[in-house]
T-cell receptor, first 115, second 113 residues
Framework: AQTVTQSQPEMSVQEAETVTLSCTYDTSESDYYLFWYKQPPSRQMILVIRQEAYKQQNATENRFSVNFQKAAKSFSLKISDSQLGDAAMYFCAQSPGGGADGLTFGKGTHLIIQP | EADIYQTPRYLVIGTGKKITLECSQTMGHDKMYWYQQDPGMELHLIHYSYGVNSTEKGDLSSESTVSRIRTEHFPLTLESARPSHTSQYLC????????????FGQGTRLTVV
């Protein structure tokens, strides 16, 4: 069985600062993907960043990067130069074998951006 | 934004009523999904479909049913709504393959009174 744990229900950061959201997971699969999704208030959930487990290099998308520690089963998201538009719920998720099948989500972290 | 639409966005309905939540996508995706999300909680998969006439139950048991008669349409039906069905329902779709992502609709927030 897969599990995803986000231990920070809420985080707050000053605009332009850097924030790291934590995520740990457990899986018995050797081939899996990890994701961070963003859910703004009353808007669609969108994919922020994706990491394939067999790739050692950490994924990066503009101001968003991950710290993937496979042995520790940790997958944190770093947001640099935080902007007001980053305020949202952030969900960590994993799926076995890639793709969107069998996504298991964490409970989410509510990110507040202080102007 | 992704081309996947859910209606209605908000629904308040009385106990015992039959309801259908609509989900449509214009991306030609074969795979579609329904997730249930309670406030402050994670999303749980309740139904999925890999194509026309294909439907399966997800990890979370649900009294709802789904159908997939057309590729673009994946409605969810509750025959007799109960207060325990109060939740947010999110529809998603994706292409087939490894390197894919799920595209989500804006969700339907259902309240059964």
């Amino acid at each position: 069985a897969q599990t995803v744990t986000q231990s920070q229900p809420e985080m707050s950061v000053q605009e332009a600062e850097t924030v790291t959201l934590s995520c740990t997971y457990d899986t018995s699969e050797s081939d899996y993907y990890l994701f961070w999704y963003k859910q703004p208030p009353s808007r669609q959930m969108i994919l922020v960043i994706r990491q394939e487990a067999y790739k050692q290099q950490n994924a990066t998308e503009n101001r968003f990067s991950v710290n993937f520690q496979k042995a520790a089963k940790s997958f944190s998201l770093k947001i640099s130069d935080s902007q007001l538009g980053d305020a949202a719920m952030y969900f960590c998720a994993q799926s076995p074998g890639g793709g969107a099948d069998g996504l298991t989500f964490g409970k989410g972290t509510h990110l507040i951006i202080q102007p | 934004e992704a081309d996947i639409y859910q209606t209605p966005r908000y629904l308040v309905i009385g106990t015992g009523k039959k309801i259908t939540l609509e989900c449509s996508q214009t991306m030609g995706h074969d795979k579609m999904y329904w997730y249930q999300q309670d406030p402050g909680m994670e999303l749980h998969l309740i139904h999925y479909s890999y194509g026309v006439n294909s439907t399966e139950k997800g990890d979370l048991s649900s009294e709802s049913t789904v159908s997939r008669i057309r590729t673009e349409h994946f409605p969810l039906t509750l025959e007799s709504a109960r207060p325990s069905h109060t939740s947010q329902y999110l529809c998603a779709s994706s292409t087939t393959g490894r390197d894919t992502e799920a595209f989500f609709g804006q969700g339907t927030r259902l309240t059964v009174v």
